[in-house]
């Protein structure tokens, strides 16, 4: 069991950063492949990033490459996620969720394991 908690979230105009956190409380966090995901409203739920178990970045989704990084520290069970160059329509709730089997399917959310509660972004323009 895994259980995760995001932070970091919040107000920030366009063009402004913000890192987000997620912390991973149980046992062999470095086992997962750990997934970024948001959720805008009346909008469905979409890929953002993904990091190996090691540290090596698998992906990004198209929309945030270049912009977004993903990064983990198993000795602190945490994965993070920096957001720079922010647009109005990166505006949602972002997730993170830990996948023991996903593999080459990270950018499906089925195959996640568990689920944070979500830490909501907006970004005024």
């Known amino acids: 069991q895994v259980q995760l908690v995001e932070s970091g979230g919040g107000l920030v105009q366009a063009g402004g950063s913000l890192r987000l956190s997620c912390a991973a409380s149980g046992r062999s966090f470095s086992l997962y492949t750990m997934g970024w995901f948001r959720q805008a409203p009346g909008a469905e739920r979409e890929f953002v990033a993904a990091v190996g178990r090691s540290g090596g970045s698998i992906g990004y989704a198209d929309s945030v490459k270049g912009r977004f990084t993903i990064s983990r520290d198993n000795a602190k069970n945490t994965v993070y996620l920096q957001l720079n160059s922010l647009k109005p329509e990166d505006t949602a709730v972002y997730y993170c969720?830990?996948?023991?089997?996903?593999?080459?399917?990270?950018?499906?959310?089925?195959?996640?394991?568990?689920w944070g509660q979500g830490t909501q972004v907006t970004v005024s323009s």
């Open positions: 969720a830990a996948g023991y089997w996903t593999a080459s399917d990270y950018q499906r959310g089925e195959k996640y394991d568990y």
